[in-house]
């Protein structure tokens, strides 16, 4: 018989994988609390992320710089990455199964209030992560300008393992954000038949949508490793300013 998920019903248990069906969204609600917290102290607390050739991803590009502000430089940047995550797809399926039980998870009945409060905000988010994936770009860019300073040292080329974190951290978010199912519909959502030959030939965007959902396959797995990423990037050049560690040279 198929699984319904009207209160009441015996179901069977979800399962995540082999793990049951909770152990997502409770990992979601700490790690993604963890990281909100993290970065509003980080935003709200410090002016600056800067140590040497190493820029914090949280202060990059350095948009209050350009206007002559000089406190809360953060929050001039980190607001459009936030919305960016805030809006992916694969995010708001998470985070409404750990801050809203809504569902809580696959064929687990949702709490009584939600099923007679139905969801509609769903089409405006949507294109509001359409227009931030250009944000995220736009900042992006900005990060692998980061990467090559990174490696670039007062006596030349050199490799910290602060460079090395600030290039995985590109690395990851270019993942994320070319792996974006709003970008995977730029690309081909709006054809009629892609893979159609045009004079014999498929077009050079087909080939495109392919390499972007390939890679749009593992978007969540882009997610997390992105964020902490970003986290642990931010927190190397926090704690080389505090001066609680010091940058190891590898060569
Ligand atoms: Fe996740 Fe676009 S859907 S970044």
Redesign the pocket.
Known sequence: MAQTSQPGVNHPKPRFGKMPYWVEPVFTLIAFSGFVIYALWEVLFHNTGTYHNYVSPFFSPDIAGWLGVHILTALYVAWMPFV??FS????RKEYYRAFTFHPFGCAVPEPKSHQTRPYKGEWKINNL?RYT?FL?VFVLIFLWKDVVQAFIFPNGFGVGVGSLILLVNAILLTG??F?????RNMIGGRKDCFSCTAHGKKPVSYGIWRRVSALNVF?GWW?WASMFSVWIADLYVRLLIMGVIHDVRLF
């Open positions: 960016f995550r992916c797809y694969y995010y992560h994936w995220a994320y954000t792996s974006c199912h709003a970008w978007h997610a």
